[in-house]
């Protein structure tokens, strides 16, 4: 028999089994990194504890975390359906392919998969519209600064970042027409002290606004040696920096659309769908702006919040040009999700190339 | 492009925090293979050092308890290895690797309840008057006491290298073991001393970076150094005040390198990126004339009875 | 007092003893560690070592230890060859990355052509690659007389940065949307190193097999093989018996290079897939433990670079079914390689009860 055929009627016995015997449903997460993190992995985990939380005995909940992307995800993945998962969720763009794999294998199972673009029957795709939050940011920054430069330390030239850079370049440069972006790639997602030293070196060139797209405390520590510079907690709140450097931060927030999601397949009412939630559904959270922000720059910052919150406003509105001068969108024209989903460009206004 | 805006000054400071870890692991490593003892588990060590010391300035308060637990831990670990290598004669190359697997998975383990807090801050050195000078103020006085004593550390031992009797005992054990034993030295006992202080030294490097460089405590935070310490070793000949300036040199090119991409300089990313290893290969190349080698018995197995 | 005495001849029962030895220590002081985290003992160690090879789905996770072993055990018998020789290549990470890299782009310069030659040209190109990286601190050994341990870590740390320059720009896939990643080769079916999925076979696997009779042979049967273990145990004896060192160096290092290169293709051609920004996951270095594990061997190579698998599977389904955490699996291998490192004691010395004094 057919490795296949054989996966899918293990499966389908031990769904018999397990349907007859109880009614918990088993929910699997697969993960990238160790649940200590403190940033991306950590986040997802507070989510599956926020199912936990929320259906009790109903739910049973497994993880598998520091998931190696390639043939290693997708055997856990396998792992986890065979022994009864009915829905599982891959927390990372580089699970893509393995997802679609096993998913192909375990028709019966639902498979959630962060931050990709690939769906099918029983695959659905999500991720946060984090450039809100950095719309958000930039507006604090670019009244916040004196230097008038604003340092940005990236991960990788990937899409997600790119568009974080141009969301916060744009609304620094609307409320404040002087502000040049310095920005750094550190070619890493964790390395706390190669970010240190990032954000030192932004520092020391002038930079008293640092944004961050990596996870780590590492950079307000920075911050917060220099003395008079601010950042932004990412992913977490980190709050514990609030008497500090952390003006405010965005942050993940998973749990909702995982309790949604859980929900529909005990309910059996589960579908395909491609959600990128923003600010208004609560993924993208902003953390408390604290008071080292003057107060009708915080309420400004909360009025943009409100807005795209609504809808009523986009962050990718017209008239907006890429970097060469070209035009991108025309006078209140907003973006498109496909050309936002694969960013590859800088706005006018930004300096220097996005390594290739 | 804006070369004016890097400012030495700050440069040279930031990167001496930079390369600490680095030169306090790499000490320690240096005088564990001087004995003749090659102990790949720095990493394992270093992150070992990295979370005792975070969870003891936790829960005590003080940094200092914080370091002293970090060097205490390290040696602790460097036990193990111990009692591999020393006692049950096995490889010293797997023995190591075995000890780095096992320091990552247990610091983990210890340091489960500690993510996401701020440990107490150490203190730096502020001299009121020679803080303050121009260039020497910050590149000289203002740092926090482990990097003063990371320095101390270096001249130290290569005092004892160079000077003392203990440091000619130690050379002798690396150089040619039996001979050393046949002259009625204890090689196992001075073995063990040399690994447990390359413990205690990777420990204070690791609780650096935990305590002083990012203050946070995450899984797998020493992300590699211990490695790059353990090629310092060998990039100093095995000389202390090499690897000193081996370490302020790779520390030195990676703030650089980040220095220059914040001044826009158009050079590609990636390639900036790779440059501090680059640069110590073709180091490495240059220095290559300097005959002197590695100890004769480093990583050979030593027992009594012939 | 104890004391140890040497054996004049390793003890052959001692050898094949000890491996079983320590697993059981280890499934002891694991049993142990994992009561310790609250679990129970006896479950955690059964799903670990019995569940991936006769539980349940042992249907699916066997093949998965093929899938897992193979690379391990072609990087360790590449490295086998060097370490007897004292040629410390501790860079087979790097050497496995390029390897994949350059297999992958003579595949997906191909792309979409298909043709029966274009996977043995990826095979070439990958063996070329780990080749040509592992000649680097050949060369600058043989010429400058730097040292190779620095020099093949520091173009590891080189290679993950080419590997994201690679994922990020030249080898995107174009229809990837701008993520980063290349195109999927399991879709390509010429550029494809399956042989069976369900089977878990690849031409990995089948190369991993050859390695080690290879290896088996060249290390007794042939001269060089001699001139290796010579020059690693008597490398004044070997200049005698006209061994060329440089000659030496050039050949185990580009063995071992070319072998986990060769690796790197296979799995980014079969299991992995892709070249992605992670595409590696540490099988360089855990190679190295699986080589000394081995104690070099080729046999025990194979055999080890087995029980590093089953630990890796079993590990995970701990993870999953019993919520163990990925530290405490961590903490497990560690444990089995000090065992297994700290008992070899026995195959070589025997304890004694004595009066005497220890040195």
């Given at each position: 028999m057919k490795l296949t055929k054989l996966l899918t009627s293990a499966a389908l016995a031990l769904g018999m089994a397990t349907g007859a015997m109880a009614d918990t449903t088993k929910v699997g997460f697969v993960y990238v990194g160790p649940v200590g993190d403190g940033g991306w992995t950590y986040e997802h985990d507070k989510g599956r504890l926020a199912v936990e939380a929320e259906f009790g005995d109903a739910v049973e909940t497994t993880y598998v975390e520091n998931v190696a992307e390639g043939p290693d995800a997708e055997r856990v993945m396998t792992q986890m359906a065979l022994s009864g998962a009915k829905l599982i969720f891959t927390t990372s763009f580089g699970f893509m392919d393995p997802t679609i794999n096993v998913a192909k294998k375990f028709p019966n199972v639902k498979f959630e998969h962060a931050t990709g673009y690939k769906t099918a029957d029983n695959v659905s795709v999500y991720s946060a519209r984090f450039y809100e939050g950095r719309a958000i940011q930039g507006t604090i920054a670019g009244r916040m600064t004196k230097s008038n430069v604003i340092g940005y330390i990236g991960s990788f030239p990937i899409p997600e970042v790119i568009r974080g850079i141009n969301s916060a370049y744009i609304h620094a440069k609307k409320v404040n027409p002087d502000v040049t972006f310095k920005i750094v790639w550190v070619y890493t997602w964790f390395d706390p002290a190669k970010e240190t030293d990032a954000a030192k070196a932004l520092i020391e060139q002038g930079a008293d606004v640092i944004l961050q797209h990596t996870d780590s405390t590492s950079v307000l520590t920075a911050a917060a040696e220099a003395g008079n510079v601010i950042g932004f907690g990412q992913a977490s709140d980190m709050a514990e920096y609030a008497d500090g450097p952390r003006v405010s931060s965005i942050i993940d927030n998973w749990a909702p659309y995982y309790i949604e999601r859980t929900r529909a397949v005990i309910d059996g009412t589960w579908e395909t769908v491609n959600t990128w939630d923003g600010i208004g559904r609560g993924m993208v959270g902003i953390g408390e702006i604290t008071d080292k922000v003057p107060a009708d720059v915080k309420a400004e910052a909360l009025a943009l919040k409100a807005s795209i919150a609504s809808g009523e406003y986009h962050p990718f509105t017209g008239p907006i040009n890429k970097q060469d001068g070209s035009v991108w969108l025309k006078d209140g024209e907003t973006a498109d999700d496909g050309t936002l989903a694969g960013m590859g460009f800088y706005v006018e206004g930004i300096e220097g190339d996005i390594p290739s | 492009m804006d070369l004016t805006s890097i400012n030495p000054v700050l440069l040279v400071a930031s990167l001496m925090v930079a390369a600490t870890p680095i030169l306090l692991a790499a000490i320690g490593e240096l005088v564990v293979e001087k004995a003749g003892v090659l102990n790949l588990g720095v990493e394992g060590m270093m992150i070992i050092g990295a979370v005792s010391g975070f969870a003891i300035a936790v829960e005590t308060g003080s940094p200092l308890l914080g370091f002293i637990a970090a060097a205490v831990g390290g040696a602790l670990l460097s036990l193990l290895f111990v009692f591999l290598t020393q006692v049950a004669l096995a490889n010293q190359v797997a023995s190591g690797l075995a000890l780095t697997l096992f320091g990552l998975g247990f610091s983990a383990l210890i340091g489960q309840s500690y993510v996401g807090i701020r440990p107490p801050a150490t203190g730096q050195l502020n001299i009121p008057f020679l803080s303050e000078l121009d260039v020497v103020g910050p590149i000289l006085f203002s740092h926090d006491l482990v990097l003063y004593l990371s320095i101390a550390i270096v001249a130290a031992v290569w005092y004892m290298l160079k000077f003392t009797r203990a440091g000619l005992i130690l050379r002798a054990v690396g150089e040619n073991h039996d001979a050393a034993h046949a002259l009625g030295y204890k090689v196992v006992r001075i073995r063990i001393m040399a690994i447990m202080f390359g413990g205690a030294c990777a420990g204070l490097g690791g609780a650096y970076i935990s305590l002083?460089?990012?203050p946070q405590w995450t899984e797998g935070m020493t992300a590699g150094i211990g490695w790059i310490a353990l090629a310092l070793v060998v990039f100093a000949s095995w000389k202390p005040w090499r690897v000193l300036l081996g370490a302020y040199l790779f520390g030195g090119v990676t703030v650089v390198q980040l220095n220059l991409q914040a001044a826009g300089v158009a050079i590609p990313v990636e390639y900036l990126a790779m440059s501090p290893y680059l640069i110590t290969i073709i180091v490495l190349v240059i220095l290559s004339k300097d005959k002197s080698s590695a100890p004769a018995s480093l990583g050979r197995i030593f027992h009594a009875s012939h | 007092m104890i004391m140890l005495e040497k054996r004049p001849q390793p003890s052959r029962v001692w050898s094949m003893a000890t491996p079983l030895v320590a697993v059981l220590a280890t499934m002891f002081f694991g049993g142990l560690l994992f009561m310790v985290l609250g679990k129970n003992p006896v479950e955690a160690i059964k799903t670990i070592f019995y569940e991936p090879l006769f539980g349940e789905f042992a249907f699916y996770y066997r093949p998965q230890l093929l899938v897992k072993g193979a690379p391990l055990v072609l990087i360790a018998i590449g490295l086998s060859l060097g370490f007897k020789a004292g040629i410390w290549n501790i860079g087979a990470e790097g050497q496995y990355i390029v390897g994949a890299l350059v297999g992958a782009g003579v595949g997906l310069a191909f792309y979409p052509l298909e043709a029966w030659y274009v996977f043995p040209l990826m095979v070439i190109g990958g063996a070329f690659g780990g080749w040509a990286w592992a000649m680097i601190p050949a060369l600058l050994k043989v010429r400058f007389g730097t040292n190779e341990i620095l020099v093949s870590l520091m173009l590891v740390y080189v290679a993950e940065q080419f590997l994201a320059s690679m994922s990020l720009g030249l080898m995107k896939n174009p229809d990837g949307f701008g993520f980063p990643g290349s195109r999927n080769l399991n879709d390509y079916a010429s550029a494809n190193s399956w042989i069976s999925q369900d089977t878990g076979m690849h031409w990995g696997v089948v190369a991993a097999f050859i390695a080690v009779i290879f290896s088996y042979i060249l290390l007794n049967r042939h001269m060089l093989g001699f001139h290796i273990r010579l020059t690693g145990e008597a490398p004044r004896a070997a200049k005698f018996a006209g061994v060329n060192p440089k000659r030496l160096v050039v050949f185990v290092l580009g063995m071992s290079g070319a072998l986990a290169g060769l690796a790197g293709l296979f799995e980014v051609a079969g299991p992995s897939g892709q070249i992605s920004?992670?595409?590696?996951?540490g099988y360089g270095f855990t190679a190295i433990i699986v080589a000394f594990l081995g104690r070099l061997h080729p046999v025990g190579i194979l055999l080890a670079g087995g029980l590093m698998a089953l630990t890796y599977i079993g590990g995970e389904i701990a993870q999953s079914n019993l919520g163990l955490p990925a530290s405490a699996i961590q903490v497990f291998q560690g444990m089995l390689l000090f065992f297994l490192l700290a008992v070899d004691i026995l195959t070589n010395y025997r304890l004694r009860l004595s009066a005497g004094k220890v040195a």
């Open positions: - | 002083v460089r990012v | 920004l992670n595409f590696n996951v």
